[in-house]
């Protein structure tokens, strides 16, 4: 949060590249906004400030745009997949709204409606090719775009090529793919440039001679291992080849062993794979899309009984980590991502993990396992087993009606929620919308605010009174807890300050409160005032 220093500083800086000051009294429009956090991103980052006048000297105005910023925050997320956090600040009862905007990740460009904005002067304008080329250059090369000297057109499997020709074509009916000549649809791809064929060409498209000639680490190895044990893998097999045709067939060799989990609730019977096909085949794509083909090792596809590793050679793309993986794109070889994304195999070039997300949650197994990736590899694991077959049959009930809309975010604070975990800030911008969608139910006020799954949840379950409990009980659990407490405090006693570390999720004012209850309950006292007050055990007295 901003403190009144840091506000006085910063309306006193100059409009630059990373500052803009819009006066926006009576409101501001959402597609300008969204605009011009493109144009801060791709300038470094920044702030944008609305309700302060932008000729100095500054005069603080106020601003009746965008009244719920969380709304805001969600509707920059759903245009741009970006987090960017809208602060509300009151400075002398004015209302006035900060956007802070992150800067771009080195490599890439934020764009908006097909144009990469920046700024010129008061203006917004798209970036020109070449100013695209610097951005996309300091990251080193795109390996995948590079020229393969050597390579021919013979070099690539015409079984590719087609697949290649009907995938675009079902992606894009419009366009008229399945007439174009070898040729120029190759150069349309971009994996034919100035008459040479691109790495990605082999990659992608390329026959077993030639990758194994011009290539030999573009490979995915395939093994199944029926337990723990070293030794050879029950079912191995090395696909050094163009990798289109090959994703389906990595999934044919793992849905040979995909058994179905039985689940059984009252009179209604169903059957979950193990292994999600959707999960299963983003992650092999995001494998072959950001590995490092500098690097000599193969992606490596190894499946258990109740669960499957993916490990690609090279950490993840720069700027991507276990924080921003879910939001930031960054592909580490962009020309193979482009043309993925023409097949309609990828949503957009260079993400993929937040599917992956979406369906671990939706299906109730755990997160994507990225705890054993390092500099040099990355290594997910995507578990099979499904922790909790009542909730994933509440989330087939819902996604009845409401799935469709849910962001990835959604899932996640869903999934936090049913795990009675704590929903972190950059999330909890969700959980008004999940609220008003009857999904969750708040429970208490201010710092001690929590979440629940609503009270349909247990009703579908057949648990109406867990959910009272749940409700109900908090208070009277709380005020055990401090009874608790003061007792082991005996003969000393406890000061506020102690019993509010016993109830750290609740505020002073809330804590108090319940001690006023438990004193007049007649179950505890207190000696002293102000910071001098200790709690004790009420002295039992005799009856008369």
């Given amino acids: 949060m901003t403190t009144p220093r840091e506000f006085r500083d910063l309306i006193e800086k100059p409009e630059s590249r990373h500052v803009e000051f819009k006066t926006a009294a009576g409101g501001f429009q959402f597609e300008d906004l969204v605009k011009y956090c493109v144009a801060i991103a791709n300038e470094g980052g920044g702030v944008i400030v609305l309700g302060v006048t932008d ?81 996309h250059a300091e990251t080193g090369p795109d390996f995948s775009a590079g020229i393969c000297a050597a390579a021919r ?39 034919l440039v100035g008459g040479g064929l691109t790495f990605a060409a082999l990659i992608l498209l390329g026959s077993r001679e030639a990758v194994g000639r011009h290539l030999g680490q573009a490979e995915v190895v395939f093994e199944y291992r029926a337990n723990e044990q070293a030794g050879p893998a029950a079912d191995r097999r090395e696909f050094r080849r163009g990798f289109l045709p090959v994703l389906d067939e990595i999934w044919e060799a793992v849905r040979l062993r995909n058994d179905l989990q039985h689940f059984q609730q009252g009179l209604f019977v169903w059957d979950v794979p193990t292994f999600d096909e959707r999960a299963v085949r983003e992650a092999v794509l995001n494998a072959v899309s950001h590995r490092d083909y500098r690097h000599g090792g193969s992606v490596f596809v190894r499946q258990f009984p109740r669960r499957i590793e993916i490990v690609s050679p090279g950490g993840f793309p720069a700027g991507i980590n276990l924080d921003n993986l879910l939001w930031e794109q960054n592909p580490r070889n962009r020309r193979i991502a482009e043309v993925l994304a023409r097949c309609g195999l990828v949503e957009r070039a260079g993400q993929g993990f937040d599917l992956m997300y979406r369906e671990c949650i939706r299906q109730s197994k755990p997160l994507p396992d990225f705890s054993r990736t390092s500099e040099h590899s990355v290594w997910v694991t995507l578990h099979g087993e499904i922790q909790d077959p009542e909730f994933l049959r509440f989330l087939e009930e819902i996604g009845r009606e409401r799935q469709a809309s849910f962001t990835t975010e959604d899932f996640l604070v869903i999934d936090l929620v049913h795990r009675e975990q704590p929903v972190p800030a950059h999330l909890a911008q969700r959980l008004p919308v999940l609220r008003e969608q009857g999904v969750i139910e708040r429970v208490g006020r201010g710092r001690g605010t929590r979440h629940l799954l609503s009270r349909r949840f247990y009703r579908f379950l057949g648990k109406g009174g867990a959910y009272t409990r749940r409700r109900g009980l908090d208070r009277e659990t709380n005020k055990a807890l401090l009874v608790r407490h003061i007792e082991d405090s005996a003969p000393a006693g406890a000061s506020l300050g102690e019993l509010q570390e016993v109830l750290p999720e609740l505020s002073r004012d809330q804590v108090q409160t319940l001690l006023r209850e438990l004193k007049m309950d007649g179950r505890v006292e207190v000696q002293g005032a102000t910071k001098a007050a200790r709690w004790h055990a009420a002295t039992k007295r005799n009856s008369t």
Wanted: no cysteine; proline share 7%; hydrophobic share 40%.
């Fill in 55 to 135: 000729q100095r000297p500054r005069q603080v105005v106020g601003t009746r745009a965008f009244a719920e910023p969380g709304r805001t925050e969600a509707g920059l997320f759903e245009q741009l997949g970006q987090r960017i956090a809208v602060e509300e600040y009151h400075d002398d009862g004015k209302r006035v709204l900060l956007v802070h905007v992150p800067s771009r990740l080195p490599g890439s460009a934020w764009q908006y409606k097909g144009s990469f904005w920046m700024r010129a002067g008061d203006a917004l304008v798209p970036m020109s090719d070449e100013q695209l080329r610097r951005i």
């Fill in 153 to 191: 057109l013979s070099d690539l499997d015409p079984e590719a090529i087609d697949l290649l020709r009907r995938l675009w074509q079902r992606k894009a009916p419009e366009q008229e793919i399945l007439s174009r000549p070898v040729e120029r649809l190759l150069a349309d791809a971009e994996l």
